[in-house]
């Protein structure tokens, strides 16, 4: 019996002894760590997959469907969403469970509702018209319904007639044309025009009289022009004003609309693969490089993506000199101490102050004080007008360069700490001075380190949105900071940024349902511009590091 328990006795201290040693080596929280980060991993690719899934598939044409309801109603719309409705009682038990379908029927400004829940209890039959047309449109979103007449230069076609369709397209083309005509003068020659001649009125305010004149003059010839502008809008509204279509809903509701308010016409349920393939690269390329419409909910988001690019850029430029001059005063000329090993510990510590807290410093001390400064030295013949002393791209770069600063002395540091020391004694022993080991040798060697510093402060400093909203992002920027007058960069216009715009269409929009699309396509183009500008600081990273393989990177 003795025998036969001895054994296992051994085996169960054997085990317990394993276990200790296991614990005691760390290997459960290896295993854990490993298991916490293929969860967050796994996490991060499930959200990937659904911004990915949900941004692609906004832009495909989908096909109209018409619903004939039990109560005699009759509604055309696109399926987006199907749900099983529970209602219960007031002890929450479940009475009755629902299958229904949110179709959204746009003509908002028809019917006051583009998106509606229907029970599909209620529908009596469901059918695939193949002349309903989808419609979108410069205002008041998408219009699906039937065309019932257009109107061409005084003269009336109805849908039923010979050439409908072409004459249709055509007037289509004819009306893009009329309206970028417009849009150009309203807002590029308009603009440029009430540009000279503020700059003018500010120049009156400080000029002697002969020069008054001469400004005078300059200001008549201005007016004059802006006379002529006015003039060609004019006759291009009332040439507008000829072309109409008339569409009627599922409903019976009949619109009228100029030519040179529709965006694109479309027949979904004629369109095959390649038609709807055309179609949705038309939309990928609206998106990308059109201006936004309909409160952001809809149109394209160039000057958000150009306005992301350009301060991030701005504040690269900005927080990489001085986060390199920092780190390399701290580890190559400091004396190494108590008062440097603070200010590193207080370096480090910047990093986890909360953005809001830098976004109201740059208030304060950038747009407040020095910005009003700017303005009494530089300008002050605009006050109480400011220039400078409001919310601008300049301030805002600056901000997220405070905010992001502690990223690039910390990697600049190990940077400059990575550099072999037989290369600073080699240049040394040749005769360089320190400056010139260090310009020639190790900020060369230590290049591909900074650059990684830069591209954790680009990946942070781009999607950081508290900061902005209060140092110069808007809704909607009229101009952008960068154009062809003189002197080019406007650095005190306010901006538009991809993640004020996420925030602002997904919170901000009074019709939730239109503007979650957007949200998703936004997000998903968020991310690709990030990955852009930092995969671009990669392979200059990396063409440096081959270049410099002896700095031990």
């Given at each position: ?7 296992k006795?051994?085996?169960?201290m ?7 040693r296991m614990?005691?080596l760390?290997e459960?929280f290896?295993w854990?760590a490993?298991?916490a980060?293929?969860l967050?991993?796994f996490?991060?690719?499930?959200l990937?997959a659904?911004?990915?899934f ?9 096909d109209?469907?018409?619903?004939s309801?039990?109560d005699?109603?009759v ?23 629902t ?11 028809l ?11 209620d ?7 193949a002349?309903v ?14 065309a ?13 007639s010979?050439?409908f369709?072409?004459?249709l397209?055509?007037?289509?083309k004819?009306?893009a044309k ?5 849009h150009h003068l ?6 440029r ?6 700059r ?12 008054k004149?001469a ?13 002529t502008?006015t003039?060609?809008i ?11 279509v ?12 100029a030519?040179?308010q529709l965006?694109r016409?479309l ?6 693969f390649f038609?709807?393939a055309?179609a ?7 998106f990308?490089?059109g201006?936004p419409?309909?409160?952001n909910?809809e149109g394209g988001?160039?000057?958000?993506i ?16 001085f ?37 109201v ?8 004080g020095?910005?009003s ?15 400078y002393?409001?919310?601008g791209?300049l301030?805002?770069s600056?901000?997220l ?7 690039v ?5 190990e940077a ?6 037989g ?15 260090i310009r020639?040798v190790v900020?060369?060697?230590a290049a591909?380190g900074?650059?990684?510093?830069m591209?954790l ?17 808007v ?14 960069m406007?650095?005190?216009r ?6 004020f715009?996420?925030?602002?269409v997904?919170?901000?929009?009074p ?14 183009l968020?991310?690709a511009?990030v990955?852009?500008l930092?995969?671009?600081?990669m392979?200059i990273?990396?063409?440096l590091r081959?270049r410099?393989r002896t700095?031990?990177?």
């Amino acid at each position: 019996m003795n025998l036969d328990k001895k054994p296992k006795r051994s085996l169960v201290m054997e085990e317990g002894i394993s276990v200790r040693r296991m614990v005691k080596l760390g290997e459960p929280f290896i295993w854990l760590a490993g298991a916490a980060s293929a969860l967050v991993l796994f996490m991060i690719l499930l959200l990937l997959a659904i911004v990915v899934f949900e941004g692609t598939s906004f832009f495909w044409p989908r096909d109209v469907q018409k619903f004939s309801l039990k109560d005699g109603s009759v509604m055309a719309g696109v399926i987006r969403d199907r749900e099983r409705y529970e209602e219960k009682d007031d002890n929450g038990k479940v009475l009755s469970v629902t299958p229904r379908i949110q179709l959204m029927t746009a003509n908002r400004d028809l019917t006051s509702k583009d998106f509606v829940w229907v029970d599909e209890s209620d529908v009596v039959k469901r059918e695939r018209p193949a002349d309903v047309l989808y419609v979108e449109r410069r205002e008041w979103g998408p219009l699906i319904g039937w065309a019932s007449s257009l109107e061409a230069e005084g003269q009336a076609y109805a849908a039923d007639s010979a050439g409908f369709d072409r004459r249709l397209q055509k007037g289509i083309k004819e009306g893009a044309k009329r309206w970028k005509a417009l849009h150009h003068l309203e807002n590029e020659e308009v603009g440029r025009i009430n540009f000279e001649i503020e700059r003018i009125r500010l120049k009156l305010r400080q000029a002697s009289a002969e020069e008054k004149s001469a400004l005078d003059a300059e200001t008549a010839l201005w007016q004059s022009r802006y006379t002529t502008v006015t003039g060609q809008i004019q006759a291009l509204r009332s040439e507008d004003e000829r072309f109409k279509v008339t569409f009627k809903s599922a409903e019976g509701a009949e619109k009228t609309l100029a030519f040179s308010q529709l965006v694109r016409v479309l027949e979904p349920n004629r369109m095959g693969f390649f038609g709807k393939a055309g179609a949705y690269l038309s939309r990928v390329v609206e998106f990308i490089f059109g201006e936004p419409r309909e409160s952001n909910t809809e149109g394209g988001v160039f000057p958000a993506i150009f306005g992301t690019v350009m301060m991030t850029l701005l504040m690269s430029l900005l927080v990489v000199p001085f986060g390199v001059v920092a780190a390399l005063y701290l580890r190559e000329y400091a004396k190494q101490g108590p008062l440097v090993s603070v200010v590193r510990i207080a370096v480090n510590n910047l990093a986890g102050v909360p953005s809001i807290v830098f976004g109201v410093f740059g208030l304060g001390f950038f747009v407040y004080g020095l910005g009003s400064s700017i303005d009494r030295i530089f300008f002050a013949e605009a006050l109480p007008t400011p220039t400078y002393g409001t919310g601008g791209i300049l301030w805002a770069s600056l901000t997220l360069a405070l905010l992001t600063v502690p990223v690039v002395v910390v990697a600049t540091e190990e940077a400059l700490a990575f550099v072999p020391k037989g290369l600073r004694d080699g240049s040394l022993a040749c005769g360089a001075t320190k400056w010139q080991t260090i310009r020639h040798v190790v900020l060369p060697s230590a290049a591909p380190g900074i650059l990684t510093g830069m591209i954790l402060a680009m990946a942070r400093g781009a999607g950081e949105v508290a900061p902005l909203m209060i140092t110069g992002v808007v809704k909607l920027a009229p101009n952008l900071p960068f154009d062809t007058r003189f002197p080019f960069m406007h650095l005190d216009r306010k901006f538009m940024h991809l993640g004020f715009h996420i925030y602002d269409v997904g919170f901000q929009s009074p019709n939730v349902e239109a503007a979650m699309p957007m949200v998703y396509t936004t997000t998903l183009l968020l991310i690709a511009v990030v990955v852009g500008l930092n995969l671009a600081a990669m392979v200059i990273r990396n063409r440096l590091r081959n270049r410099y393989r002896t700095s031990g990177f």
